[in-house]
C-alpha cells in the first residue's frame, strides 16, 4: 500500500501531463487545419476529452482520500487492539498470581487442620 502512496503523485502528474499533451497537440492539429481550411474538431470532443481528465483527477483524489482515511482508521484500531492486548496480558498475571495465593491458603488451612487434629488428639 505504501508503494502506491509513494507512487501515486508521479502516476498523476504523467496522466494530467499526457492528457494536457493530448488535448494541446489535437487543439494545435484543429488550428493547423482550419488554417488549410479542414474543419475544426466538434467542441463536443474537446468538452468530452476536459471531462475526461477532470473525472480522472477527480476519482484520484477521491481514492488518495478514501487511503488516508482508511490508514487512520487502522491506526486508531491498532492502538485499540494494542491497549486490549495489555489489560489480557495482566489479567494472565493476575490468575496466575491468584493460584499461588489459592495453594498458598490450601496449604495453610490443611497445617490448621493438622494442628487441629493434634491439639484434640492430646485433650
Keep these: 500500500m505504501n508503494w502506491i502512496a509513494a507512487y501515486l503523485p508521479q502516476l498523476i502528474y504523467w496522466a494530467v501531463t499526457g492528457a494536457l ?13 482550419a488554417r488549410r481550411g479542414v474543419n475544426n474538431m466538434p467542441t463536443e470532443i474537446i468538452v468530452a476529452l476536459l ?12 481514492i488518495m ?3 488516508k482515511l482508511t490508514t487512520y482508521r487502522i491506526a ?6 494494542d491497549k486490549h492486548n495489555q489489560v ?7 490468575e496466575q498470581r491468584n493460584a499461588v495465593i489459592d495453594e498458598d491458603i490450601k ?6 487442620s493438622d494442628l487441629e487434629n493434634k491439639v484434640e488428639k492430646k485433650e
Design 107 to 112: 496449604v495453610a488451612n490443611h497445617r490448621i
Design 88 to 94: 489480557i496480558d495482566r489479567v494472565y498475571k493476575i
Design 65 to 67: 482520500t478514501s487511503n
Design 76 to 81: 486508531r484500531l491498532e492502538e485499540k487492539v
Design 51 to 62: 471531462s475526461l481528465l477532470g473525472t480522472a483527477c477527480g476519482s484520484i483524489v477521491g
Design 21 to 33: 499533451a493530448a488535448v494541446c497537440g489535437a487543439m494545435g492539429r484543429q488550428i493547423n487545419k
